[in-house]
């Protein structure tokens, strides 16, 4: 047997992993067995994520680059060779995702009289009803900036939709024309429905781009227009904070979110007709290389088509309405602390079953007179939330109310500066968690009084105290009043609150400090096992699987003849079916109408089995620059529905699942012959939810 030192181990390259990813999500909109708007909907967040992979991921290569860092990553690609390899396969996804729109998506909609109106193809009505809507709703916004000595190129708004323009002429000063840039405001619908009299048909629509490609000439009176070109700018959008021990993170971060979108320049979209000394000026004014300008053929922003499916009451096609199975022990009437006192832990799957009981877990806290305390992280929680409202509440009632709230969650800094100050002014002790560690573990700990004791209840969680999102992303959540775990929980909040060391938790493993340990234990105990001749197995589901000491553990228990079944939704740098190396080892990606999003670790230990749910991937930042948990399942027939439920099903898979090859490629699952079809979120909905 080679073992893991004697020769150099298989590592795929994280950010091409990402972009694979991403081409799955695109394959979901090109799948024809997927409804046509939510077709439409996959092609929008594969946009989407494209987006956030150039603002977060390139953005991060190309510091390493300036920087002069050129160590290979664990697949030995330089920071440079892997931005080549990146740019490369973004320019094919890109063209792909246009083509998917024009030819597929597009057409497709047509068919089913739904209609985007080309300017170039306007009948008389629909011309005019576009002029009368831009004299109405556009020109009153729309503000053109010339360019000259006194009226430099204007900073850009990341992502923002812009049109650069081609004057000739003198204006009344006596100023020759050239160039102009109009930006249009965000607030602005990227797609417009028309008036159904003038579109001849109740769902014909016009791109904003079209509108003002129509009209553009009006900003711009006695002047020649001879081009206007839509084009769009993402940038370096990873907000870095330093603070200093004495600093206040919350002022840090609220002075850092507007120059977030002013970042430093990474990539151009632009109309494909635009003529290159156009192209090559906008370059110029970005610092941007010619491979970092994407030409295309539609709207410069895709995700914006989102709006679409909202606009159009066709609910065949859509997916099928689906309401979250409210389970009846846990009717807003009855005392949820009763509830789980008689059950003692309570297992929710979201969204087959509803997320209510979480919020009502808070809400009944909030109001219950023997209620004296509650404790809890906020990730993300979404605007008006329930759960922040019966926060706030139950600090106005006097309630000892404590958040630990992660002011860094990417994208949602702005949301929860406001959240933090809401909670403080109710009278909520807000922390910001650990300086140089984001909290990511989702608890929540309420403390009851019991007679002449107080008793704590806790709920665990995969995934955020976000009920928009419950409904979207597939999560477990945990609700106890086991006395040990209660005891952990409340540990982990004086860490998180105040000062103090070495803790010691007795059913919870804890980053930055045992679950890496931990995991790496329980996998070199398998590996144990199976070198002993015993029955040997490792499931594992995740978001993604990086972090290269526990890789390397899996491909030693793979040799020593464990198997191994993960199922990883994004990125993983590991490569299976390798023989001598990871022949036991099979991986695969399951994606479809709700996103996956729960960690979930299994290790047969000799038919002792060990669970754990938790709130980290295997990835180096979630071990060791967060603060996460993950808590463990013994309740038998909890145990064996979260096998079910995360693995079994999921393994038998035949119609949303990837198989990660040897190569380091996704092969689509499909049904064997006379094999049936089965999909494991839709038998998930069959059996937990209430369709």
């Keep these: 047997m080679t073992t893991t030192d004697e020769k150099a181990l298989p590592f795929i390259n994280r950010e091409l992993s990402l972009l694979g990813f991403n081409r799955r999500v695109l394959e979901l909109a090109q799948d024809r067995n997927v409804p046509l708007l939510e077709r439409l909907k996959f092609l929008c967040i594969s946009s989407s994520n494209l987006d956030e992979f150039f603002e977060v991921r390139v953005g991060t290569l190309t510091q390493q680059i300036r920087a002069g860092i050129s160590r290979p990553d664990d697949?030995?690609?330089?920071?440079?060779?892997?931005?080549?390899?990146?740019?490369?396969?973004?320019?094919?996804?890109?063209?792909?995702?246009?083509?998917?729109?024009?030819?597929?998506?597009?057409?497709?909609?047509?068919?089913?009289?739904?209609?985007?109106?080309r300017r170039t193809h306007w009948t008389e009505a629909q011309a005019l009803w576009v002029k009368q809507y831009f004299r109405r709703e556009l020109l009153p916004l729309l503000t053109p900036l010339g360019l000259d000595p006194s009226h430099p190129f204007p900073r850009i708004l990341n992502k923002s939709l812009n049109f650069i323009v081609s004057l000739e002429g003198n204006d009344d000063f006596g100023r020759e024309a050239w160039l102009a840039i109009v930006q249009a405001p965000r607030a602005l619908p990227r797609i417009i429905q028309m008036d159904e009299d003038a579109a001849?048909?109740?769902?014909?629509?016009?791109?904003?781009?079209?509108?003002?490609?129509?009209?553009?000439?009006?900003?711009?009176?006695?002047?020649?227009?001879?081009?206007?070109?839509?084009?769009r700018v993402t940038r370096n959008s990873d907000l870095s904070v330093d603070v200093d021990d004495d600093d206040d993170l919350l002022q840090t971060l609220q002075g850092g979110l507007f120059e977030r979108n002013y970042g430093d320049a990474l990539r151009l979209e632009v109309a494909d007709n635009c003529p290159a000394d156009m192209i090559e000026f906008l370059c110029e004014r970005f610092a941007l290389e010619e491979r970092q300008v994407f030409q295309v053929h539609g709207p410069v922003n895709l995700h914006r088509l989102m709006a679409l499916p909202g606009l159009i009451d066709r609910p065949e096609l859509k997916d099928p309405p689906f309401t979250p199975r409210l389970e009846a022990d846990f009717d807003p009437d009855r005392n949820i602390f009763e509830t789980i006192e008689q059950q003692g832990s309570v297992l929710l799957h979201h969204p087959y079953q509803s997320f209510m009981p979480v919020v009502e877990f808070i809400r009944q806290a909030a109001t219950d007179p023997r209620v004296v305390a509650i404790k809890m992280t906020l990730y993300r929680t979404g605007k008006d939330s329930a759960i922040v409202d019966a926060l706030e509440s139950a600090a106005r009632a006097g309630k000892e109310v404590t958040a630990v709230v992660e002011l860094r969650a990417r994208f949602d800094e702005e949301a929860n500066i406001n959240i933090t100050t809401r909670l403080q002014k109710a009278g909520a002790y807000v922390a910001y968690g650990i300086v140089g560690y984001k909290t990511h573990a989702?608890?929540?700990?309420?403390?009851?009084?019991?007679?002449?004791?107080?008793?704590?209840?806790?709920?665990?969680?995969?995934?955020?105290?976000?009920?928009?999102?419950?409904?979207?992303?597939?999560?477990?959540?945990?609700?106890?009043?086991?006395?040990?775990?209660?005891?952990?929980?409340?540990?982990?909040?004086?860490?998180?609150?105040?000062?103090?060391?070495?803790?010691?938790?007795?059913?919870?493993?804890?980053s930055p400090f045992t679950l890496h340990d931990g995991m790496l234990e329980r996998i070199r105990r398998e590996t144990a096992h199976a070198r002993n001749g015993r029955p040997a197995r490792i499931r594992a589901k995740m978001n993604a699987l990086i972090e290269k000491r526990v890789i390397e553990a899996l491909y030693e228990a793979s040799q020593a003849g464990v198997t191994i079944e993960l199922v990883v939704r994004g990125v993983c740098c590991l490569k299976p079916g390798i023989p001598g190396v990871s022949e036991n080892i099979h991986v695969r990606s399951v994606m479809g109408r709700f996103l996956e999003h729960p960690r979930v670790f299994y290790f047969h230990n000799d038919g002792d089995e060990e669970l754990f749910l938790s709130s980290a991937d295997w990835m180096p930042r979630n071990f060791f620059a967060r603060v996460e948990t993950a808590f463990p399942v013994d309740t038998p027939e909890i145990r064996a529905r979260v096998i079910d439920e995360a693995f079994d099903r999921y393994l038998a898979d035949n119609t949303g699942a990837w198989e990660l090859t040897a190569a380091g490629d996704y092969r689509r699952i499909t049904p064997a012959k006379g094999e049936k079809p089965f999909n494991a979120q839709q038998s998930l909905i069959s059996d937990l939810g209430k369709a």
């Design 200 to 231: 001849g048909g109740p769902a014909g629509f016009v791109f904003l781009s079209s509108v003002i490609h129509a009209h553009v000439h009006e900003l711009f009176p006695g002047m020649t227009v001879t081009g206007c070109y839509q084009f």
């Design 75 to 117: 697949a030995g690609l330089s920071p440079q060779t892997q931005l080549d390899l990146v740019l490369e396969q973004a320019h094919a996804l890109v063209h792909d995702q246009y083509e998917t729109l024009n030819r597929e998506i597009i057409p497709a909609l047509a068919k089913e009289n739904i209609h985007f109106l």
């Design 442 to 510: 989702k608890m929540a700990l309420v403390v009851r009084r019991d007679g002449n004791r107080l008793k704590r209840f806790v709920h665990l969680g995969t995934g955020n105290y976000h009920p928009g999102t419950a409904r979207l992303y597939t999560d477990f959540g945990l609700m106890t009043d086991d006395r040990f775990v209660g005891e952990d929980v409340n540990k982990l909040f004086m860490q998180l609150t105040g000062l103090g060391r070495g803790i010691h938790l007795k059913r919870l493993l804890q």
